[in-house]
């Protein structure tokens, strides 16, 4: 089964607000964050394809620091587009006729080698999977001035991997238009009338987005290193 993994890792990280983009914050001396999510994916699938979209300007920045950390996981660089649906069909454009492909952010390195094959599995079986958490923490609805309790079991949360068949993926896409409105890949994908398959994920598969994540992050890394883990 032939499979691309496209990692998304176009934006700037305001949030952050440090003063280079959050997907070059280094976790260790030899490792910035997009650098372990890339290792991740090719520890988890070492016959796939992996391409990596970036803004156009930093990517003389990525391989500087590739070379730096003496980082040699094969991958291909796509330049990103205005917002993340015009990153991701920018990396599309990279792969042609695979199996299956994952989509998911740069900057979220602690998705277990387990569970990326399990999505891969399941995509080729049911032509999606999704990853998702519940809902844990009490809801609140606005009402005016004053709020009330929703309903949680209603809800839950998606995270990357996002992964489909590969001419679904390419097919939602080139139907999407200019992508006004679409958050994520699933969310392509059921506009264009795929029921998407939403399966269970890891509270662990933190997004990194603030500089309290990034101290979080900085110990998990350190500690996953330590026990070996992937």
Same mark, same amino acid.
Request: charge should be negative; aromatic fraction near 6%; include cysteine.
């Given at each position: 089964? *032939?499979?691309?993994?496209?990692?998304?890792?176009?934006?700037?990280?305001?949030?952050?607000?440090?003063?280079?983009? *959050?997907?070059?914050?280094?976790?260790? =001396?030899?490792?910035?964050?997009?650098?372990?999510?890339?290792?991740?994916?090719?520890?988890?699938? &070492?016959?796939?394809?992996?391409? $990596?979209?970036?803004?156009?300007?930093?990517?003389? #920045?990525?391989?500087?620091?590739?070379?730096?950390?003496?980082?040699?996981?094969?991958?291909?660089?796509?330049?990103?587009?205005? =917002?993340?649906?015009? %990153?991701?069909?920018?990396?599309?454009?990279?792969?042609?006729?695979?199996? $299956?492909?994952?989509?998911?952010?740069?900057?979220?390195?602690?998705? %277990?080698?387990?569970?990326?094959?399990?999505?891969?599995?399941?995509?080729?079986?049911?032509?999606? +999977?999704?990853?998702? #958490? &519940?809902?844990?923490? #009490?809801?609140?609805?606005?009402?005016?001035?004053?709020?009330?309790?929703?309903?949680? =079991?209603?809800?839950?949360?998606?995270?990357?991997?996002?992964?489909?068949?590969?001419?679904?993926?390419? *097919?939602?896409?080139?139907?999407?238009?200019?992508? *006004?409105?679409?958050? =994520?890949? +699933?969310?392509? +994908?059921?506009?264009?009338?795929?029921? /998407?398959?939403? #399966?269970?994920?890891?509270?662990?598969?933190?997004?990194?987005?603030?500089?309290?994540?990034?101290? /979080?992050?900085?110990?998990?890394?350190?500690?996953?290193?330590?026990?070996?883990?992937?």
């Amino acid at each position: 089964m *032939k499979t691309g993994v496209l990692v998304v890792a176009g934006g700037r990280g305001v949030r952050m607000g440090a003063d280079v983009p *959050k997907q070059f914050l280094p976790l260790s =001396d030899d490792r910035c964050v997009l650098e372990a999510t890339v290792e991740r994916f090719a520890e988890a699938l &070492p016959e796939a394809g992996i391409a $990596v979209v970036l803004p156009g300007d930093c990517i003389d #920045t990525w391989r500087r620091i590739n070379r730096e950390h003496r980082f040699d996981v094969p991958h291909t660089v796509v330049a990103g587009g205005a =917002d993340r649906f015009g %990153s991701v069909r920018n990396g599309l454009a990279v792969f042609g006729d695979v199996d $299956v492909i994952a989509v998911t952010d740069g900057v979220r390195p602690f998705v %277990s080698c387990g569970l990326i094959r399990r999505l891969v599995a399941e995509a080729a079986e049911y032509g999606s +999977a999704v990853t998702s #958490t &519940p809902v844990s923490d #009490t809801l609140r609805r606005r009402n005016g001035e004053a709020s009330e309790r929703a309903d949680r =079991d209603g809800f839950f949360t998606v995270q990357t991997p996002q992964v489909f068949r590969g001419d679904i993926l390419h *097919k939602a896409y080139e139907a999407a238009g200019d992508g *006004k409105g679409f958050t =994520d890949d +699933a969310s392509v +994908a059921e506009a264009f009338g795929i029921t /998407v398959r939403y #399966t269970a994920g890891e509270r662990s598969n933190i997004k990194i987005t603030s500089p309290e994540d990034m101290s /979080v992050a900085r110990a998990v890394y350190a500690l996953e290193r330590t026990r070996g883990e992937g």
